[in-house]
């Protein structure tokens, strides 16, 4: 079945360091992959998305790209901000957008 | 954006009680929500698929007498956990689908942690 396997965390960082958080799917045909952040008391929002192999998602300094090939979606950012501390979750969503598939997310905290 | 409420955001009760997690969506029309289980230092499990008048469909191994979803308006599910029992206590997350978009167009509420002592 239709699986996403995200780094392990907890995530520790300084400001204005580089962030990968890594993130493999296992899907049968052609998903949608996404990423959601929850920042502490709140909801899980979208950070971005990609809907077919090769396309490259981008929100907020955040990037991520559909890698066919090697079956993941690793998050980037290139300078990370105390505010981005928060939980990060890879998912996945089935040809037929029935649902989404979550990883078990990876929290990043990020100290200035 | 779009917001999705739940409420109550946390709630304690006696073993073999009931429990009704309502979720709504506030400023839009969603014609799907579903309800998702997180377990500590877990993913988020789907539970259950609700449409607009219609019967939830739910997931493998999720009993539906236990957990009971209505969907009887486009702004509002409810989920109502039967006969709570100290396994049943979690995170409930619930997500609404606003009508007429693509498979991505989910929002989120807050979550309902549930302790059941």
């Known amino acids: 079945g239709n699986s996403v396997t995200q780094m392990e965390g907890p995530v520790t960082l300084s400001e204005e360091a580089f962030l990968t958080i890594n993130c493999t799917y296992t899907a049968t045909g052609y998903p949608s992959l996404f990423w959601y952040v929850q920042y502490p008391g709140e909801g899980l929002q979208l950070l971005l998305k990609a809907t077919k192999a090769d396309d490259k998602g981008s929100n907020k300094g955040f990037e991520a790209t559909y890698r066919k090939e090697t079956t993941s979606f690793h998050l980037e950012k290139g300078s990370v901000q105390v505010s981005d501390s928060a939980v990060y979750f890879c998912a996945l969503s089935d040809q037929a957008g029935t649902a989404l598939i979550f990883g078990k997310g990876t929290t990043l905290s990020v100290s200035s | 954006g779009a917001v999705v409420s739940q409420h109550p955001s946390w709630v304690i009760c006696k073993s073999g009680t009931s429990v009704k997690i309502e979720c709504r969506s506030l400023?839009?029309?969603?014609?799907?929500m579903f309800w998702y289980r997180q377990f500590p230092k877990k993913s988020l499990m789907l539970m259950a698929t609700s449409n607009e008048g219609s019967k939830a469909t739910y997931e493998q191994g999720v009993e539906k007498d236990k957990f009971l979803i209505n969907h009887a308006s486009l702004t509002l599910s409810t989920l109502t956990v039967t006969s709570a029992h100290p396994e049943d206590s979690s995170f409930y997350i619930c997500?609404?689908?606003?009508?007429?978009?693509?498979?991505?167009?989910?929002?989120f509420g807050p979550g309902t942690r549930l302790l059941v002592l």
């Open positions: 997500s609404a689908s606003e009508a007429g978009g693509g498979r991505e167009t989910q929002y």
């Open positions: 400023d839009f029309q969603a014609t799907t």
